[in-house]
């Protein structure tokens, strides 16, 4: 398995555009603070922090120790490890789209060519092409660099194709990663283990002994700040077409020949290509698209999409999909994947619910009148854990059956600090282990999938179901999966 091991990375530097951002300071920062806390980061290895604010280096320090604190728990911090931290770190004030504002940046590498380079593009997706021909155009990219990119990778196929074809003039494919921060989470990573560690559930995992699978994306959270960038992106796009799939892929892949980066992936991409088409029709009475409504929390009311200042007023953007989707292969004929992801829904959640099929005769009463099946219940937030749903004689002089639930939570097992998924990630590409990026077939196989839907609800105007704030999203989406006998999992 990919697991960080206590092993020193050789030297490098880690050039990060977009140095100012907000997933800078949340999480990129804190993660490599904690690893250099674990004493993973080598002497000479360096971040340079790239941004327009025209801070100095001190000035920048000092603003992450303003603003990085507040993502790191009093218990994770030391104030020494985190001044040492701080003198590996590095600013840089650059207009990208200018390429003689990156002679700063080239006097911090100079001399340092047998270093890994890392760029990371944590900047949006119009600039990708921008960085990439000035840090070319510059002379910065050596036979030891690698470029990170954050989602979304385009709008489309088309436009997804185009960055990739750019990226592709200057670095080796295997030189690109292309980030899903779900890939670096602790159980996304245990569904591999969970399926092919563990002889014991090889014979279930099959549509003969699985009814469905329910994949849920649930967030409390609304736009916050982001209805610009929000309003032309949309759940579809922004969720669906990278989380939802990969979580997908995962638990429908076939076993890989080994754990080898290419051996998965190629795995991967085989379940994506067989998935079956969403056109015309059949995308709109496979799909639900939902518009959440001022509502409120026990914290208090909360504002409607439409009342964010950067959202246009008649905006039709779906913060929410519902889709029902099916693999034509011989494992997963007949089983329907049901995806769901949403903003400002009753709670935050991510979680896979595998629904085994029912016995074929049952000889006992339950107290539920055994309507729900065996279940096994993938939760990745907020609490980690995998919980198997069975059922048992209730205690009693009458035989009758009651569910329980066998429970591993990963916190009570595992007594050490829960690594945030970057922390995995950003290791990974500084050691050269691709296996939890995307490649570039495996990005145009998901917008391949994505685009008939979106093409779909252009074509027959199909509007979005308001919901309200603080609700697990519109109830058509119940009636999408009620139509096969069933319900959404939200115990």
């Known amino acids: 398995m990919n697991l960080i091991s206590n092993e020193t990375l050789q030297p490098f530097d880690f050039v990060l555009f977009g140095g100012t951002g907000d997933l800078a300071i949340r999480k990129l920062i804190p993660a490599l603070y904690f690893r250099h806390c674990e004493g993973q980061l080598p002497d000479d290895g360096q971040i340079i922090s790239i941004g327009r604010t025209g801070y100095g280096t001190s000035e920048y320090r000092q603003m992450l120790d303003d603003k990085v604190r507040e993502h790191i728990e009093d218990k994770e911090f030391d104030a020494q490890s985190w001044q040492e931290f701080l003198e590996r770190v590095h600013y840089c004030s650059i207009d990208v789209t200018s390429v003689a504002s990156y002679a700063p940046l080239a006097e911090l590498l100079k001399g340092r060519d047998d270093h890994v380079r890392v760029f990371y593009l944590s900047v949006a997706p119009d600039l990708f092409n921008a960085v990439t021909h000035g840090v070319h155009a510059s002379g910065l990219i050596t036979e030891n660099s690698r470029v990170t990119l954050e989602k979304p990778l385009g709008r489309d196929q088309a436009t997804a194709e185009q960055i990739n074809d750019n990226l592709a003039a200057v670095f080796k494919e295997s030189q690109i990663y292309r980030i899903d921060h779900y890939l670096g989470k602790e159980t996304v990573q245990n569904l591999l283990a969970l399926r092919f560690g563990n002889a014991l559930f090889e014979p279930l995992w099959r549509n003969d002994r699985i009814n469905d699978v329910q994949i849920t994306i649930a967030e409390s959270l609304g736009v916050e700040g982001r209805g610009a960038f929000y309003d032309e992106t949309g759940a579809l796009r922004d969720m669906v077409q990278n989380h939802l799939l990969q979580l997908l892929v995962i638990i429908a892949m076939e076993p890989p020949a080994s754990i080898d980066p290419d051996a998965v992936r190629d795995e991967k991409i085989k379940v994506l290509r067989a998935l079956k088409p969403l056109v015309g029709i059949d995308a709109i009475e496979n799909s639900v698209r939902g ?70 005769h049952s000889i006992f009463d339950t107290a539920d009148g055994f309507n729900t099946p065996n279940q096994l219940i993938i939760r990745l937030q907020p609490q980690e854990s995998i919980r198997m749903r069975i059922y048992v004689k209730a205690w ?35 050691r050269g282990n691709p296996t939890l990026f995307m490649r570039r077939d495996e990005v145009a196989a998901a917008w391949a999938w994505i685009d008939p839907i979106r093409a779909a609800w252009e074509q027959y105007q199909y509007p979005t179901r308001g919901y309200t704030a603080g609700t697990w999203g519109p109830s058509a989406a119940n009636a999408l999966i009620s139509k096969d006998g069933l319900r959404w999992n939200e115990d």
């Open 396 to 430: 009693g002089d009458d035989i009758q059956l009651q569910p329980v639930y066998l429970n591993l939570d990963f916190n009570d097992v595992f007594q050490k600090r829960k690594l945030i998924a970057y922390e995995r990630l950003l290791l990974d590409v500084i």
């Open 291 to 360: 518009q959440y409504k001022a509502g409120a929390y026990s914290s208090g009311p909360v504002p409607g999409y439409l009342d964010d200042k950067d959202v246009a007023d008649e905006s039709n953007t779906e913060t929410f999909v519902a889709l029902k989707a099916e693999i034509g292969s011989w494992r997963w004929e007949g089983v329907p994947f049901y995806l769901r992801t949403g903003k400002r829904m009753e709670s935050k959640t991510t979680e896979i619910v595998i629904n085994f099929k029912k016995v074929p």
